[in-house]
């Protein structure tokens, strides 16, 4: 039995979203957003960050950016930062935390993500708790609203272990056939896995917005014909040469740009975002318990 068919079975074994995880006496206030798309070069990463830096300049909320992209993660450098050290060195060195988090704009914090790491299997007990005590402390002092997982793109294992132990999961595409059809293996991955998962869309790099219409229209029908199942769309962002420039010159378009018309756009997106607070959300410690039965961490 490989993975996979291990993931179906303990889900489909405990329950829609009960997958055995004792929840914490604690309020859960904070907010798991897992934001994922079918393929690569649809903006993801990039959409990510400034979704996170809307929410925390436009909403007033703390933000948490975890790049969880072991294959390319790049959050640091689209923010223009080269942070000393990366998740890799919480979990295999023992730094703590606090060390390896820097601050972006507007407050908002990023734990780095670590390159060329196709899945986090190996880990001794020290280093899985040193890892999840480290993190509930950081939530005991900073109570984040809202942390933004940037995954990786596809339908591999580790992916599908952030989307399934996150609160909610957000699928960036574009226009293009292959990434209508990518995106539509993803969710009917996790469809299989977790039907009651809430799944949005936001189209990116659109020339219009009855163009994103159209692609979440195409999406919707299938996904209601062939898996019974309704997806929301949360908006659209424009393709941008300011886009591109803020790339380039690598500093998040909302800071360089805050006055062009994506800007307005993905702000308009954290503001919907915010607007759906979601029942049911976990604690910081409770989707890393989650995702430890996902990625086989169990003793």
């Not at 830096?53 to 930062?81: E, H, P, R, W, Y």
Request: aromatic share 8%.
């Amino acid at each position: 039995m490989d993975q996979a068919d291990s993931l179906r079975q303990l889900v489909r074994s405990q329950g829609r979203n009960d997958v055995g995880v004792v929840v914490s006496k604690k309020e859960a206030n904070t907010r798991i957003i897992a934001v994922t798309s079918g393929k690569g070069g649809v903006g993801k990463s990039n959409l990510s960050l400034n979704l996170g830096l809307a929410i925390a300049k436009s909403q007033a909320k703390k933000v948490l950016i975890l790049d969880a992209d072991f294959g390319t993660a790049n959050v640091d450098i689209l923010m223009g930062v080269f942070p000393k050290y990366n998740i890799s060195n919480v979990i295999y060195d023992q730094i703590p935390i606090e060390e390896v988090i820097v601050e972006g704009p507007y407050g908002v914090k990023v734990l780095p993500g670590v390159s060329g790491v196709a899945q986090l299997t190996s880990l001794t007990e020290n280093q899985k708790q040193f890892f999840f005590e480290q993190l509930e402390l950081y939530q005991d002092k900073h109570h984040p609203d809202i942390i933004i997982i940037d995954t990786g793109a596809g339908v591999g294992n580790t992916v599908m272990n952030f989307l399934l132990s996150a609160d909610e999961v957000i699928v960036v595409l574009t226009a293009e056939p292959t990434s209508l059809s990518d995106s539509y293996a993803v969710i009917k991955t996790l469809h299989q896995y977790n039907s009651e998962m809430k799944v949005s869309i936001i189209a990116n790099m659109v020339n219009s917005e009855n163009e994103a219409l159209k692609v979440y229209s195409l999406l919707q029908n299938v996904c209601s014909k062939f898996l019974a199942k309704s997806i929301e769309y949360l908006g659209h962002v424009s393709a941008s040469k300011t886009l591109c420039s803020a790339v380039r010159e690598q500093r998040p378009v909302l800071v360089n740009y805050p006055n062009a018309t994506v800007s307005y756009e993905i702000i308009k997106l954290a503001k919907k975002i915010v607007s759906i607070d979601p029942a049911g959300k976990k604690s910081f410690s409770n989707f890393f318990s989650l995702a430890t039965k996902y990625f086989g961490w169990n003793d």
